[in-house]
């Protein structure tokens, strides 16, 4: 955004609407050409990260189907209507599969909020997911807590002890 409008409320305001930078009058040349090459960079480099995403519309794994844009879980017969929330994600679970995501992230990439908002809210969109995608969801298999890092999806039908989340001396107290 460039504006005659400096004060740092005119700053912010500009930010929370959605502006990715802020230059105000009067500017130098040489910064403004260098904040429209940051912002190249970072296009260049968001385009060329590679995708590991599901296909857009489904996902398919352990007898467990996602439709992403019917907001529908359906498991083993059930069908499950999801939020747009839990469908995000689970989305975003699904592309990040067997790595720990931490809920700071899940705040900020997934939901697009502050960090500073209640991270245990999450905890009851964990509790429901676990309770349309798991068996036994006092027992999970699928959408494990990471204690310290977060919350990994483990698409593998197998147990916890095969998980390579978990080293292999922990590997039988987790099985236990």
């Not at 498991?75 to 931490?102: D, K």
């Amino acid at each position: 955004m460039l504006t005659a409008r400096g004060r740092p409320e005119d700053i912010l305001n500009g930010f929370e609407s959605g502006a990715d930078d802020y230059l105000p009058k009067p500017f130098n040349l040489d910064i403004l050409v260098a904040r429209v090459g940051g912002l190249l960079r970072r296009k260049n480099w968001m385009q060329s990260a590679p995708e590991t995403a599901p296909p857009a519309d489904e996902f398919s794994f352990a007898g467990k189907a996602v439709d992403f844009q019917k907001l529908q879980l359906h498991n083993h017969g059930q069908m499950f209507q999801l939020t747009v929330m839990e469908t995000e994600l689970l989305r975003y679970l699904i592309r990040n599969t067997g790595r720990p995501i931490a809920r700071k992230e899940i705040l900020e990439k997934v939901w697009d909020l502050k960090e500073d908002t209640d991270t245990r809210a999450i905890d009851n969109f964990i509790v429901r997911l676990r309770r349309y995608i798991e068996k036994d969801p006092t027992k999970p298999k699928h959408l494990l807590t990471v204690r310290g890092l977060g919350i990994s999806l483990w698409l593998s039908q197998s147990s916890k002890n095969k998980n390579p989340l978990y080293p292999r001396k922990m590997r039988s107290k987790c099985a236990a």
